[in-house]
């Protein structure tokens, strides 16, 4: 088993190479520990056990346990509604709970996305404060609370500020005071900056036009991305979910179950907890992924299995790692085969077609080839699409947070149909990539403003085609290319993070003069914008 983990990992050794660390636990015994690929380049460091990374959105499940232990110590109940602890958080006319932050249940819009949609970009310095300053000034929210998932930092921003007050200590030493210190999670702990010296702490690397480039942030992080672990620490959390050693504290107790939704169906999602299913197993875990790393744990109960793979490239898929490190793993017995590689030809065929657009939403779609696997992007965010028959239908295999299946069909004509998780249907058809309906497209030049974001967005003419120039908070930013899909529907091509967002505007008008559009992005829809008159 170790040589064929090995071998799969092996691409991550080669000289000058950032890396990971993975490990395998099953039973509560160690079956493999080990770093691949350098922790810092300049150095020649390697990745091992010890090494430190940023665990970006794992660090959800922490913060989720606090605000349990708050509960048991009778500071709040997470049926309390989110505006008795933090009165200064709008009325959106339904209780919002803090169950419904923990469960990405609330319908907040993102507080990253919000600070993206102003043309603030990840290196620039935000503190925790200016982003619960943008939530508070979200008039709706994406549903009514407890209707739908849609994942979302904002709730966790929420979270970490409520634990302050409560507990009147700040996160991070209640963190290491009531979690990390009793689990012995000596090389774990908040790190609100990069900037700021963790001993043993790897350097984070992105792949970029062919080379490497070292990346991290200037945001403040808190407990919706903020913290930092070694392998060997990740082995200590893991190894006491359903144990019964820290009962307490047991993850798989009190945050690991789906939460209903009050539509009927389930979130695939706990508290900080994924809740999913592989090769017919239920599987649970998280993932993270911020400027330079990328993690994810891997946990199969039925089977007392834990797969965990921390990164310092983005070049890593740390999802799809673990689960091809367990199937390697002998004796696990999964009652269904691995997945197969889609045909290449298909998948191809695919990709060239888009991008796609939902004619209701006007959200965009763009699906790719993923190391011989069938990748899409949806708002930016992606997700791989799984096929063990060769028919029409798809599952989501990793990622697409809200989205649970797909429908390809290339006859009679070629569309994609999304099955969300709260049981809504999107319907995607591919369209001309770059601008269309060229003698409409002045109707769309002008400024205009969202009260929300603070920003003005201004529409201008390039050629033959649109661009958007967000002036935000920072000032202006580079201009976006925009795409004209269907009348009055436009996608912004924003890129992010290393990532390009296809964010959708779908444009009013008043007596066939256009007052304004609302922005639907991936986890922040209904943002208003008017047109502004000289």
Same mark, same amino acid.
């Given at each position: 088993m170790i040589a064929a983990v090995d071998a799969l990992l092996e691409r991550w050794t080669r000289p000058g190479s950032p890396g990971c660390a993975v490990a395998i636990v099953r039973d509560g015994e160690v079956l493999h520990q080990r770093g691949y690929g350098l922790a810092h380049v300049e150095l020649d460091l390697p990745n091992a056990p010890d090494t430190v990374f940023r665990i970006a959105s794992?660090?959800? @499940?922490?913060?989720?346990?606090?605000?349990?232990?708050?509960?048991? $110590?009778?500071?709040?109940?997470?049926?309390?509604?989110?505006?008795?602890?933090? /009165?200064?958080?709008? $009325?959106?006319?339904?209780?919002?709970? *803090?169950?419904?932050?923990? %469960? %990405?249940?609330?319908?907040?819009?993102?507080?990253?996305?919000?600070?993206?949609?102003?043309? *603030?970009?990840?290196?620039?310095?935000?503190?925790?404060?200016?982003?619960?300053? *943008? *939530?508070?000034? @979200?008039?709706a929210t994406n549903f009514p609370p407890g209707s739908a998932y849609l994942y979302s930092n904002a709730g966790y921003v929420l979270l970490s500020i409520l634990i302050e007050r409560l507990s009147g200590i700040s996160l991070r030493a209640f963190l290491d =005071?009531?979690?990390?210190?009793?689990?012995?999670?000596?090389?774990?702990?908040?790190?609100?900056?990069?900037?700021? /010296? &963790?001993?043993?702490?790897?350097?984070?690397?992105?792949?970029?036009?062919? =080379?490497?480039?070292? !990346?991290?942030?200037?945001?403040?992080?808190?407990?919706?991305?903020?913290?930092?672990?070694?392998?060997?620490?990740?082995?200590?959390?893991?190894?006491?979910?359903?144990?019964?050693?820290?009962?307490?504290?047991?993850?798989?107790?009190?945050?690991?179950?789906?939460? /209903?939704? #009050?539509?009927?169906?389930?979130?695939?999602?706990?508290?900080? &907890?994924m809740v999913e299913r592989y090769r017919g197993l239920s599987a649970l875990g998280h993932s993270g992924l911020l400027p330079g790393f990328t993690s994810n744990i891997l946990h199969i109960p039925e089977r007392r299995l834990s797969v965990i793979c921390l990164s310092n490239s983005l070049g890593v898929n740390a999802y799809l790692t673990t689960r091809l490190v367990a199937d390697l793993v002998p004796g696990i017995d999964f009652p269904e085969p691995p997945l197969a590689l889609p045909d290449p030809a298909l998948v191809s065929r695919l990709a060239k077609a888009g991008p796609y657009v939902d004619e209701e939403s006007g959200a965009a779609l763009t699906l790719s080839d993923v190391e011989g696997r069938l990748g899409a992007t949806r708002f930016g965010t992606p997700f791989t699409l799984a096929n063990s028959d060769g028919g029409t239908a798809y599952t989501v295999f990793q990622g697409g947070y809200d989205v649970v299946s797909a429908e390809i069909a290339e006859a009679?004509?070629?569309?994609?149909?999304?099955?969300?998780?709260?049981?809504?249907?999107? !319907?995607?058809?591919?369209? =001309?990539?770059?601008? #269309?309906?060229?003698?409409?497209?002045?109707?769309?030049?002008?400024?205009?403003?969202?009260?929300?974001?603070? %920003?003005?967005?201004?529409?201008?003419? #390039?050629? $033959?085609?649109?661009?958007?120039?967000?002036?935000?908070? +920072?000032?202006?930013?580079?201009?976006?290319?925009?795409?004209? !899909?269907? /009348?009055?529907?436009?996608?912004?091509?924003?890129?992010?993070?290393?990532? @390009? &967002?296809?964010?959708?505007?779908?444009?009013?008008?008043? $007596?066939?003069?256009?007052?304004?559009? #609302?922005?639907?992005?991936?986890?922040? +829809?209904?943002?208003?914008?008017?047109?502004?008159?000289?």
């Open positions: 794992i660090s959800k @499940q922490f913060t989720c346990l606090a605000v349990l232990l708050l509960a048991r $110590d009778g500071k709040l109940s997470v049926e309390d509604e989110v505006r008795r602890h933090l /009165p200064e958080l709008p $009325d959106y006319g339904a209780p919002l709970r *803090i169950r419904h932050l923990m %469960s %990405s249940t609330g319908g907040l819009r993102d507080s990253l996305e919000a600070f993206r949609l102003t043309g *603030i970009t990840l290196m620039d310095r935000r503190s925790v404060a200016e982003m619960l300053a *943008i *939530i508070l000034r @979200q008039e =005071a009531r979690i990390f210190r009793p689990l012995g999670m000596a090389s774990t702990a908040l790190l609100p900056y990069d900037a700021e /010296p &963790f001993p043993r702490r790897a350097q984070g690397y992105a792949p970029v036009d062919g =080379a490497l480039w070292r !990346t991290g942030s200037g945001f403040e992080l808190c407990g919706e991305g903020g913290m930092v672990s070694s392998l060997e620490d990740m082995i200590r959390w893991t190894g006491i979910w359903g144990s019964g050693t820290h009962p307490e504290i047991d993850p798989l107790t009190h945050l690991a179950d789906p939460v /209903p939704l #009050t539509g009927g169906g389930h979130a695939r999602y706990g508290y900080g &907890f009679p004509s070629l569309s994609i149909r999304l099955t969300r998780v709260d049981g809504g249907v999107e !319907t995607y058809r591919p369209v =001309a990539s770059g601008p #269309t309906g060229a003698e409409n497209l002045s109707d769309y030049v002008g400024r205009y403003r969202s009260a929300e974001l603070m %920003s003005d967005w201004v529409i201008e003419r #390039t050629g $033959d085609g649109l661009a958007v120039r967000i002036e935000g908070p +920072r000032g202006p930013a580079l201009p976006c290319p925009l795409d004209a !899909t269907r /009348p009055d529907m436009i996608t912004a091509r924003i890129g992010w993070f290393g990532a @390009q &967002f296809r964010d959708a505007l779908r444009f009013q008008r008043k $007596d066939g003069r256009i007052t304004g559009f #609302t922005l639907n992005a991936g986890r922040s +829809r209904g943002i208003r914008f008017v047109a502004v008159t000289n």
